[in-house]
């Protein structure tokens, strides 16, 4: 075994570090992860000897403690605008937002010490800048076990998967309930990089993998980098894998219990780091290396695939920005924006996946039958993949979107992710095109703080609103417009309408009391033959409302001008129109 670690260890880099530069990793002969304050105290080390690098703390997190960007600049320079103006392409790397899949953390250790330390290794930096984010969940590596990964092959002891809240980060970067997801927001828009690497561990089913990727969704992000994702990025990485002898598959999100069936490419929706960074056209990747595999093993193929990824972006950094220049351009001039995607089992790829025969025995537990995989039965097959998806639901953006100042939770998300806000300079009564929610199905559990809304309906009016002096006006011409369509129209799944930002229009203010309004009930269908005729189709067609004296008068109720309407009227405005009165 320490034969096999040596090897490992002695492929990472040309020679061995320094006894005094080695990371508690590595001190531990491959068995052990760094805590959060060995790994900020390495990374402290590395500031005050390297001129080239440079750590700070840029936010609080929910713990308590602040969150961190580790910065290599080969020319000194830590300016991200004047890094992006020299054209150097920024390759962002996260670690730790799950820290019980703390592999890199310790890989990242490591390489930002072998760029100092090699000089080929540091010709790689020349037009390319390296941000670190160490630890992103510090409350859950603080909270360290040995216990809660149950199917983990080590370290010995690791961080938890919620955060100080208990919330799971890689599902909060639309909502930002935690003080992280906002920081997040500051760095991430603040630094605007190219490329984006979120290191994780993969459970699911046994293969001979190691290492597994999940790129951002080729066709959710669409354009110029959506091909060059597809088409040159991806098997590029493959390539360099394939020869650093770690070979890589799709993340194993099977269409069936096991991997032969077929493998989904996977949805990564805005609530996930990739899926959020997709929204401002950076090219978003999740490693996860496989569970079951040793943990040395583990770090040593995170190592290899950033050195990849940081090979690829010294290589074609100018391709990517040329392709993220145009999509750029065309966002401010695009019509019709995509909501929703969804698999095309019509479009298939078929990949050859080394995996393990899937068998069945008596369980010891239940005696019922259960799965296993065969480690003694490789095999390589073709496999059918699954990465072609189709929009489900479009729409057409607005000239502005309109929102009432009193919606300080979803103005505050706007400002955290930078996106230009006007005010109106003066009270007035514009005629805007508003929603109303007609459906909507509910979670009836908790998912992560919320109970999320799906399946919206709406139908849309045009209505005369009352809007008074500090209301905001998004405009959108501008670099975040996919962000504020995803997160501002109430029928994409991350909406901020999804995520129960705007849940008070969902309840009645006013009512009637029935024994009052029968009379003015009777003089309304009396003075008004259409609400009558409207009221007899309505009893046709539902029996119930027939036998329900309270549901005819609610529904007379409902169509005259005591009923509110701002009851289910969705706050944000679509307009249309030309310039309005901002200041």
Known sequence: MLLTLLTTLAALWPTTPPSDWQTPYEKSKGTQTATYYECIDYYQRLDQAYPEIKMTAIGMTDVGKPLHTVVVSTDGDFDPASIHRKGKTVLLVQNGIHPGEPEGIDATMMLTRNLMQDKKLKKQLDNV??????????????????????????????????????????????????????????????????VFVDNHTSNGADYQYTMTLIPTQHNKLG???????????????????????????????????TPE???????DLPRYASGYTTLFQ???????????????????????????????????????????????????????????????????????????????????????????YDRKAPFTRPVKFFDTFRPTLTVFKPVAYLIPQAWTEVIERLQQ???????????????????????????????????LHSEVQVKKVQ???????????VYLNQTANRFLVETLEPQAPDSYFAWNFFDSILG??????????????????????????????????????????QAQLTFI????????????????ARWQGGDLPVQ
């Open 282 to 372: 950076t090219l978003g990747f999740i490693p996860e290396t496989h569970m079951l595999k040793p943990f040395d093993k583990r770090v040593a193929s995170t190592y290899d695939l950033m050195l990849e990824f940081l090979d690829y972006t010294a290589k074609n950094g100018k391709a990517i920005q040329a392709a993220r220049q145009k999509d750029r351009a065309a966002l401010l001039t695009q019509q019709e924006f995509v909501l929703n995607w969804a698999p095309d089992t019509t479009q298939v790829e078929t990949i050859q996946f080394r995996g393990y025969e899937a068998k069945y025995k008596s369980s010891e537990v239940s005696g019922l039958e259960r799965l296993y």
């Open 417 to 451: 992710n930078q996106v230009e806000l006007k005010r109106l300079s003066k009270d007035t009564v514009l005629t805007p095109e508003t929603y109303y929610i007609t459906d909507y199905k509910t979670s009836p559990r908790p998912y992560e703080g919320h109970y």
């Open 129 to 194: 800048v390296l941000v670190i984010i160490p630890v992103y969940n510090i409350g859950g590596a603080l909270n360290r076990n040995s216990h809660t990964r149950t199917n983990q092959n080590g370290p010995e002891s690791y961080g938890f998967r919620g955060n100080a809240r208990h919330l799971d980060l890689n599902r909060d970067f639309i909502k930002e309930d935690s003080k992280n997801a906002k920081t997040f927001a500051t760095i991430f828009r603040t630094w605007d990089p190219e």
């Open 508 to 549: 009645q203010k006013e009512y009637f009391s029935a024994y009052v309004f029968e009379d003015l009930a009777a003089e309304y269908l009396k003075k008004d033959p259409k609400l009558k005729a409207a009221l007899e189709e309505a009893k046709a067609k539902d029996p119930n409302l027939t036998k329900s004296a």
């Open 223 to 257: 354009g110029a980098l959506g091909t060059l994702l597809k088409q040159q990025m991806i098997p590029a990485l493959y390539k360099g894998m394939e020869k650093r002898k770690w070979p890589l598959v799709p993340y194993v999100n099977s269409r069936g219990e």
């Open 463 to 473: 209505q005369p609103i009352r809007y008074f002096a500090g209301d905001y006006v």
């Open 261 to 267: 069936t077929g493998i989904f490419g996977f949805s």
């Open 557 to 572: 109720y409902r169509n005259t001008p005591h009923y509110e309407n701002t009851h289910m009227r969705y706050p944000v």
